[in-house]
């Protein structure tokens, strides 16, 4: 039986297929920073040593080595669920192409 409710089709474009591009965008970008976290997280140690780029002037909250390493240890965690076959499910409804040209050969 064919879906044709057009709330439900509505919600499959308006939600499904957006967040599935969102995803398969950050499971490409998260190769990426995982590599990079790799080569520079000895850079951030895991204390209250302050981020010094200046952007408190923009009203930018100040991070520190405990933030970044807070976030890092997320990214790592929302990455592991993104297993072949998760990235399999997302990619279906995708209907725009990957453009990320940071992507790691």
Same mark, same amino acid.
């Given at each position: 039986?064919?879906?044709? #409710?057009?709330? /439900?089709?509505?919600?499959?474009? $308006? ?6 591009? =969102?995803?398969?965008?950050? &499971? %490409? ?17 895991? #204390?209250?040593? /302050?981020?010094?780029?200046?952007? $408190? ?6 991070? =520190?080595?405990?933030?970044? &390493? %807070? ?35």
């Amino acid at each position: 039986m064919a879906i044709t #409710d057009p709330e /439900a089709i509505a919600f499959v474009n $308006e939600y499904i297929r957006p967040m599935c591009e =969102t995803l398969r965008y950050m &499971n %490409a970008r998260g190769a990426d920073w995982a590599t990079k976290w790799g080569e520079i997280s000895s850079k951030f140690p895991n #204390d209250t040593s /302050a981020v010094e780029d200046g952007r $408190e002037a923009e009203g930018i909250s100040r991070l =520190t080595g405990a933030d970044i &390493n %807070a976030v890092s240890t997320v990214f790592g965690s929302l990455l592991t669920i993104m297993d072949t076959s998760a990235q399999t499910v997302i990619a279906k409804p995708c209907v725009r192409p990957l453009l990320y040209s940071n992507i790691p050969s």
